[in-house]
């Protein structure tokens, strides 16, 4: 390959910056961009405050070119994205908005509702902020809360950031930024996007292909490369376990995974396609998918997070699990020479385990249209309402005839075992019975014969037997 | 005066502001990893440093035996280990400290060290330390009237138990120094702690070295809480060792994985009481045993015990009480500071207790709690001697219950929960009195150093220190009103050993009182030179109607006399003249508490120099099925004196009942068997998001409220609001119990998580 294709290209402070990884000793492949900003002289004001994407200090926004030749800006948590992972795009920090004697908007709003106390959160809510201040005018609370979920504050209690985000988003989202829009657009068109990125180092390996087939041949090169479809896992191997991780394939470039595909009786859906734009473009088709993803993570990782890479890390708590089962998705998984589709049920083995093959990769997850018989509900209890990992989740699949008798019921639970399980004697016991409360109270008590769960730090097994059956008993309520 | 927004605020918003992490310190930085004990209870056998030594880019790795002085520490009773030496006692304990050029380096050595454990049973919660008698100190008991007297005379006594859990202070800046050696044992420590005196004085101890070598500077901390109060000592101590013997620049900063492992947490509590009544629901007698997990070693345990006593009663008068405390010894990590200071845990078990009694005679809680709220002029004495002055419960009361409604909204509720079988809405109102001065009466001092420049600016220093808070802003707004000039004339400096010495902490929401009085003190000095200079200019080649100096007023950046006004110089040339004069523009301030004693014996005395008072009402929704709860609404009416800011007063009040939800519903800490932290990270361990607050929050100051004897008769505010937070514990609770038609107590503790709320609901069905 050529030697040129070792560099990775991004705009910083409206100039791009090239960093090659092949001749340098400052960054590595896996230095994150909170580690890179704090190693500036000029962007200390993105803070680390977990280094696991769950408080938002670290929040930058990145711009990019989208389809109609605009830019659009979104809320990241710097820690959980890879140096490599700026190539092509514009990364703006807290400085690039405003000085304390010129402030943005959204700065001004903070100070004057006395949003800040000790200020240690506050870079990564203005960035947030600032996200929403490009996308939403006059955002409404939901809006607000949507946007600033993933930003802890241990100071305020929020009252004043939400005053702020309200008093500062009425602008149509104009600012600075807007004016230098077009010439930003063509310095980063003027970035390479077309041949394979390969930093090939002594000690690591980062690809990033930008058409899948040159990912499946990486692929079958490297056959022990993990795969970085968004990385919020991938990246707290590095961050949280100080793991060295030897060769990455990062797919997140690939235009052909970020397809939507509508057939006849199914919808596909692209492995590389974000969760937030997926819970947006969603909201009719699958309503129970994109409701569980309202409240899955924050804005910030579902920004970066995809459906390809929750399924594959293949986590007993993984959130969309359960609901893309009760929807009877399947997986379609790529290599060089073949596609197959499997049942998503019988796509994960074990714990973190799959059926996907050293040479594969998941293209899309192809999820049937429902017909209007089928009653589909998810679940999710956590701590937490907002960015918390669920407790016990649950997607359930409803089929009832005329006289209301249950044809046909699938109950998956997350967070009961170590894979996403159904409650099958429940299910046994329901069938052929009348779908009405006496029948769902009898049912009840037969989930705690199906799971034998763990107590842990989100919950002891007591706790979450209680919250599988009585989940039941709300899917009774939720449909009548 | 016009609204002052937060000293730092344009510098937070424009990621300009400084915290340690952001100095710029020389290249020769090295960083500094802590390796601890993965064990809760064991003897070190043997360990071997030498392959991590190896390791290029580490400068060093300390054991105990590389200390240069003793190694022992701790802020009041020294019996912390810096380094363990062949015994650990909790997991996150040091065992060795690595200096290397970069944190990977150091994860490499750090990897590369043998530790041979022999591990030991642990003991992990207050049930086992009792068991096997682990007590860390004797209990401590405070009595009056005549409990055993008072038990034959009530009409009813019942009895019960609540459990409070720990909190972890989760500030969003870990704890972090950077320690910079200079000239010979010179050492300049740069420390996000709330106690600059007493961090330099440790680390001068550790390092075997004078105070006066030690300086140690805060500019501000990204929130602190109190877990900074001591527990910024040893990061600091690790950071200064490490750096005197590279004689290189060491910065150490924890993971947050490290300092949710490492660092104490509020107190975990188990009481236990004994409560008689009469019909009405008057307290005869309240007898309390309460039981603490102390961790480790002793750190601030007994202040904290000292002020579970004295807040044990809340609002309430008690004419017989027995109040007992028991810190016990276990292996986990010692306990510490946490706004409140063991003031919530004590005043969770009466409210608990008076709730219990409402159950018991079938009447609303609030109607007992205001029954016994202390009096004005009698039944005001508290348990310790102090009486109650300017008691301001009942006119708390009074406005909070018409402006939330209570009454009204109290009969809707139930009318909603007859209607709902699956949703149930809870109710309630509670009250906190906050004693105000630290409970160690020595403590309460603070100074001040004030220098004027000839153009007219002026660098306030004082012992306090920057969290968030807005001390800063309001020693700033002081300092401006005291020396009648404009704000933007004065700065605050940052906090440093070196211009204040001898200080307490930031702590006991004490800072503006004390800092602020010294502040004023030394600008009073100042004054008074000040003004005896432009007397005599004023007098000049006058030989009647002479100015005189108690009628000089520093007013809009103005000097004048007040009887002959046209005598007036600006501020700014009046220093000229002043400094020609050759007087000097400079003057330290001191504060004192007044009036403040204790007895720790007797238990009695008057350790507070006033109380602040503050009620809330809190409507929830409940989902019984999933145990999620909606805070509908809040109301708070908080007694904040005569305010000094009162956007920032309101951001302390909100701020904090946020965090006293959290403590009361969604944070939780878990220790398994061999006494791991379960919830050691931000993935388990979930503080308030955006979305965990009141959909309605109604915060106010209660109007027309100055307070005798303090700075702009002013009140602290920092703590007191955090235990508002009850409103929402019992209004949770009253939900839960409108199930059984509010004939059963649900069985419920802090926290009430969704999971700790249906195995309560389910609980109360089976009764």
């Known amino acids: ?249 990062d797919i997140s470039e690939i235009n052909e995974l970020k397809q939507i595909k509508v057939n006849d009786n199914s919808i596909e859906i692209g492995a590389g396609i974000s969760l937030e734009e997926i819970k947006i473009t969603f909201e009719n088709n699958f309503p129970q998918l994109s409701s569980l993803l309202s409240v899955f993570g924050s804005k910030q990782i579902r920004n970066k997070g995809t459906l390809g890479g929750n399924i594959g890390s293949a986590s007993p708590i993984g959130d969309t699990i359960p609901i893309l089962m009760a929807y009877d998705a399947s997986v379609i998984l790529v290599s060089t020479k073949n596609e197959r589709k499997i049942p998503l049920r019988d796509f994960i083995t074990a714990y973190h385990k799959t059926e996907m093959e050293k040479n594969e990769l998941i293209k899309s997850v192809d999820i049937p249209k429902i017909d209007k018989d089928t009653i589909i509900k998810s679940y999710k209890i956590s701590k937490r309402k907002t960015l918390d990992i669920s407790t016990v989740s649950a997607g359930f699949r409803l089929n009832l005839d005329e006289n209301l008798i249950i044809k046909d019921i699938k109950l998956f639970y997350g967070g009961m075992a170590a894979t996403t399980k159904r409650a099958e004697k429940t299910e046994s016991f329901l069938i052929g019975k009348k779908w009405e409360r006496k029948t769902v109270e009898q049912a009840m008590p037969i989930i705690f014969e199906d799971f034998n769960p763990l107590s842990d730090a989100r919950s002891s097994d007591e706790g979450r037997k209680i919250m599988a059956r009585n989940l039941l008993l709300k899917f009774y309520l939720d449909t009548n | 005066m016009k609204k002052v927004y937060h000293e730092s605020g344009v510098f937070h918003v424009s990621g300009e502001a400084v915290y340690i992490d952001d100095l710029s310190i020389n290249n020769q930085l090295l960083i500094c990893k802590i390796v601890h004990s993965t064990y809760a209870h064991a003897t070190i056998k043997s360990f071997d440093l030498s392959k991590a030594k190896k390791i290029e880019g580490v400068h060093e790795i300390l054991s105990y035996k590389d200390l240069p002085a003793k190694n022992i520490t701790g802020p009041i009773v020294q019996d912390e280990l810096i380094l363990a030496e062949d015994e650990v006692s909790f997991i996150g304990q040091g065992i060795f400290i690595i200096a290397a050029e970069s944190i990977e380096i150091a994860y490499e050595a750090e990897r590369l060290i043998k530790i041979e454990y022999e591990p030991l049973e642990p003991i992990v919660t207050i049930e086992q330390a009792m068991e096997k008698g682990s007590k860390l100190n004797p209990t401590q008991t405070m009595e009056c009237g005549d409990v055993e007297k008072a038990k034959k005379e009530s009409q009813h006594i019942i009895e019960g138990e609540i459990k409070n859990g720990a909190q972890e202070q989760w ?146 008068y008690i004419p017989n009480a027995k109040i007992s405390a028991t810190p016990w010894k276990t292996n986990i990590a010692s306990n510490t500071a946490f706004r409140g200071f063991g003031g919530p845990q004590g005043m969770l078990v009466i409210e608990s207790a008076i709730d219990k009694i409402a159950y018991y005679l079938k009447k609303d809680a609030s109607e007992i709690r205001y029954k016994n709220f202390y009096g004005i002029d009698d039944r005001n004495i508290t348990p310790y001697g102090e009486i109650v002055e300017n008691n301001r419960l009942y006119s708390i009361w009074d406005k909070l219950i018409k402006s939330s409604e209570y009454k009204k ?134 030989e009647q109607t002479l100015s005189k100096i108690e009628n000089i007023i520093f007013n809009n ?83 904040a004196g005569k305010s000094i800011n009162t956007n920032i007063d309101i951001g302390q009040i909100e701020g904090g009942f946020v965090q006293g939800v959290g403590w009361c519903t969604i944070e939780e800490c878990k220790w398994d068997a061999k006494g791991n932290l379960l919830n050691n990270s931000p993935g388990t361990y979930k503080i308030p998001g955006i979305t965990d607050i009141p959909d309605d929050f109604r915060v106010n100051l209660l109007e027309d409220a100055p307070n005798p004897n303090t700075i702009r008769q002013s009140k602290a505010v920092g703590e007191p609001p955090f235990m508002l937070a009850f409103s929402v514990f019992f209004a949770i609770k009253d939900a839960i119990a409108s199930i059984g038609n509010h004939q059963i107590e649900p069985n419920l503790n802090i926290p009430a998580t969704n999971e700790h709320i249906l195995l309560a609901i389910e609980e109360l069905k089976k009764k």
Do not use: W
């Open chain 2, 557 to 639: 950046d103005y000097i004048f006399d007040k009887i002959n006004t046209e005598r007036k110089i600006s501020f700014a040339k009046a220093l000229s003249i002043v400094y020609k004069s050759r007087i000097s523009l400079s003057a330290t301030g001191y504060y004192k508490t007044p009036n403040i004693y204790y007895n720790k014996d007797k238990q009695k005395g008057r350790p507070f120099h006033y109380y602040a008072f503050g009620m809330s009402v809190s409507e929830i929704l409940l989902d019984t099925l999933t145990g999620y709860v909606k805070m509908l609404r809040t109301d708070i009416l908080h007694d």
């Open chain 2, 171 to 316: 500030y969003l800046e870990t704890q972090i120094s950077v320690a910079v050696p200079g000239e010979g044992d010179d050492m300049k420590v740069y420390s996000s702690t709330q106690h600059p005196s007493e961090t330099q004085t440790l680390v001068a101890e550790a390092l075997g070295i004078k105070k006066m070598d030690v300086e140690v500077e805060t500019r501000r901390m990204g929130g602190a809480f109190g877990g900074k109060e001591s527990q910024a000592n040893i990061i600091a101590i690790y950071a200064a060792l490490l750096s005197k013997k590279t004689k290189q620049p060491v910065k150490l900063r924890l993971s947050r994985e490290e300092d949710q492992i490492m660092t104490g947490k509020r107190h975990p509590f188990i009481s236990k009481f004994k409560i008689g009544f009469n019909n009405e629901g008057i307290i005869n007698f309240y007898e309390v045993d309460m039981h603490t997990n102390a961790g480790a070693s002793y750190d601030l345990t007994m202040p904290i015990v000292a002020r579970a006593l004295t807040h044990a009663e809340n609002s309430y």
């Open chain 1, 1 to 249: 390959m050529a030697s040129n294709n070792s560099i990775v290209s991004f705009i910083l402070d409206g100039k791009i910056v090239n960093i090659d990884f092949n001749n340098n000793n400052k960054y590595t492949p896996i230095t994150t961009v909170l580690e890179y900003l704090r190693s500036l002289p000029k962007h200390k004001g993105v803070k680390e405050g977990c280094a696991e994407g769950d408080c938002g200090a670290c929040t930058v926004a990145i711009a990019q070119i989208n389809n109609y030749n605009q830019l659009t800006y979104k809320a990241f948590n710097s820690c959980m994205i890879f140096l490599p992972q700026l190539h092509g795009k514009q990364l703006i920090t807290v400085e690039n908005l405003g000085t304390s004697n010129v402030l943005h908007p959204v700065q001004k709003a903070m100070v004057t509702n006395d949003a800040s106390q000790c200020g240690f959160c506050t870079s990564g809510v203005v960035m947030s902020l600032f996200a929403l201040y490009k996308n939403i005018n006059n955002p409404n609370k939901k809006e607000i809360d949507d946007a600033l979920a993933g930003n802890l504050c241990r100071c305020t209690g929020y009252r004043p950031i939400i005053d702020a985000a309200t008093q500062a988003c009425a602008y149509d989202g104009i600012d600075k930024f807007t004016k230098n829009e077009a010439e930003i657009i063509s310095l980063l068109k003027s970035i390479n996007k077309f041949s394979t990125i390969a930093i090939e180092n002594d000690t690591q390996k980062y690809y990033i292909p930008f058409t899948l087939y040159e990912a499946l041949k990486l692929k079958e090169k490297h056959e022990d490369a993990i795969i970085l479809n968004g990385g919020t896992d991938v990246a707290l191997r590095v961050t949280k376990k100080h793991e060295f991780i030897a060769e990455i394939i």
């Open chain 2, 409 to 542: 909204r109290k009969v809707e509720i139930d009318k909603f929960n007859k209607e709902n079988e699956f949703f149930k809405k809870g109710i309630a109102i509670t009250p906190v009195k906050f004693g105000i001065s630290f409970n160690t009466s020595f403590l309460n001092q603070a100074g001040a150093l004030v220098n004027i420049y000839t153009d007219g600016t002026v660098l306030v220093n004082h012992g306090g220190t920057e969290m968030g808070q807005g001390l800063h802003t309001k020693i700033r707004q002081i300092a401006a009103l005291e020396l009648g000039i404009d704000i933007v004339n004065i700065k605050v400096n940052a906090t440093t050993t070196a211009k204040i010495p001898n200080t307490s902490a930031t702590a006991a929401s004490s800072g503006t009182d004390m800092n602020g009085m010294a502040v004023k003190n030394a600008i009073d000095k100042l004054k008074k030179r000040i003004a005896q200079v432009i007397v005599d200019e004023f007098n000049k080649d006058k």
